[in-house]
């Protein structure tokens, strides 16, 4: 796909005024020279006007929209084929030191490479010629050292943008690259300049970082350079937290490697449930008589911490309360027991609906990550169970077969609390195997009785 997007916007603008003027940069060049996949996404810098290119394609019909442009920074954002093109003027920038916003104005591109975050990324491609540049002449070095390096002196670089201080973690470890040494010690002195990024931003450059397939390498180097402890101390203070005879991990150890035994496909939700879902055991932490430590608790107090951690850095409301109802049961699998009857397991399966599979998936990892010698409960004996349960019925979506205007007709009740409980009361023996989902007229029955039984007290 994204050939074809190049071909066509190669294309549409070859013998316009910006031949020759438009170069490939960035990711898409870096990632082919190490044989990755690109992104799905393509950045052009132009030695001319961005928005006058950006325009042209679109009054020529090459763009899915109306450009939607920036000119203080001198880019404009299209989509060709449903793929995102980023148009930027070469340009120089200058910052303030109390923000990471730049003052812009055009350049040569020589100047625009080198204001760039890391030399990786500043590899340029002609357009129409397929001409490859290498302006700061490390752009290939550091690729084949595999060295993540910023193209100027590192402690502007980071001073001048301290989101730089997280992508290059993340680089490092999408990439499996060493920071070097210079380029490290700066973000050491720097990372105190985080505290000017938005919480927004810092949690895209967090995301990003723990959706990598090296994501427990990535969050191990912001820990290691601090960073974790300016936007997530609660994270960086379960290092070092010893466990017990069940675990051969301390707790942030424990951590990462179950995040490793995540499946490649795991959504942010679970990522986010089983980086946090640990998290209470430093503050709930005990030993006993015998010297054993123990964790009470620690699952709810996890979930009140995640909810606050999430809520500073900005995430949805939706996304939090489903992360923190994950990380609060997360031990629910694990406490099964071949005696559980039908009406506990209907009941996991009311309580968490759709979200069950991925209670399933985190308490994979989890075990994962324990102590092998133990022979701990497999999840799928409880999968198995669950199976034969759902093949009843629909539990998980389990409502009163009464709706409120039918409880109220039959209870000879006005709109309010009582509908609820009437409801609550169907729904609890449907649980229990007495009344099956649908059956109105069982119901009735039910809830007559429920009524007769209260006016007999």
């Not at 709810?300 to 609060?328: D, S, W, Y």
Request: with cysteine.
């Amino acid at each position: 796909m994204l050939d074809s997007v190049i071909q066509t916007i190669r294309a549409a603008t070859r013998e316009s005024p910006f031949a020759g003027k438009l170069f490939l940069v960035g990711g898409l060049l870096r990632d082919r020279a190490l044989g990755l996949t690109p992104d799905e996404d393509v950045d052009i810098v132009c030695l001319a006007d961005a928005l006058q290119a950006a325009e042209f394609l679109h009054s020529n019909g090459v763009t899915g929209h109306a450009p939607v442009v920036y000119p203080r920074f001198g880019t404009a954002m299209v989509s060709v084929r449903g793929v995102p093109v980023e148009f930027a003027t070469a340009r120089r920038e200058s910052y303030s030191p109390d923000s990471r916003k730049p003052a812009v104005e055009p350049a040569t591109l020589e100047e625009d490479v080198t204001r760039r975050d890391f030399t990786v990324n500043t590899l340029l491609e002609n357009l129409h010629t397929g001409e490859q540049l290498d302006l700061t002449g490390r752009a290939r070095a550091d690729m084949a050292a595999r060295l993540i390096r910023t193209p100027l002196d590192p402690e502007a670089t980071f001073h001048d943008d301290p989101l730089r201080l997280l992508r290059a973690v993340r680089f490092a470890a999408k990439l499996g690259f060493q920071i070097e040494p210079e380029t490290y010690r700066a973000l050491l002195a720097c990372a105190p300049r985080l505290s000017i990024i938005s919480s927004e931003r810092i949690r895209d450059e967090f995301t990003k970082t723990l959706m990598l397939p090296r994501a427990s390498c990535g969050l191990e180097l912001l820990r290691q350079t601090g960073l974790l402890g300016i936007f997530a101390p609660e994270l960086a203070a379960m290092h070092g937290v010893e466990q017990n005879i069940f675990h051969i991990y301390d707790v942030w150890g424990h951590t990462l490697k179950a995040l490793e035994s995540l499946p490649p496909d795991a959504g942010p939700d679970v990522r986010l449930a089983v980086l946090f879902h640990d998290i209470g055991k430093p503050s709930t932490k005990s030993v006993g008589e015998d010297g054993c430590a123990h964790f009470y608790g620690h699952q709810a107090a996890g979930a009140e911490m995640t909810r606050r951690i999430l809520h500073r850095l900005k995430f949805p409301n939706a996304q939090i309360e489903r992360v923190c109802q994950l990380v609060g049961l997360h031990m629910r699998i694990g406490e099964y027991t071949g005696q559980w009857s039908d009406t506990a397991v209907r009941r996991l399966i009311r309580d968490f609906g759709d979200n069950l599979d991925d209670l399933f998936t985190i308490s994979h990892a989890d075990r994962a990550a324990c102590n092998p010698e133990f022979n701990m409960l497999d999840p799928e004996t409880v999968r198995e169970r669950v199976e034969l349960v759902r093949s009843e019925a629909d539990y998980a979506g389990a409502e009163s077969p009464l709706d409120g205007l039918e409880i109220m007709a039959i209870a000879g009740i006005p709109a309010g609390p009582d509908v609820g409980r009437y409801k609550a009361l169907l729904v609890e023996e449907i649980l229990e195997g007495r009344l099956a989902p649908g059956d109105k007229e069982a119901a009735e029955k039910i809830l007559r009785t429920a009524l007769k039984d209260e006016h007999a007290r």
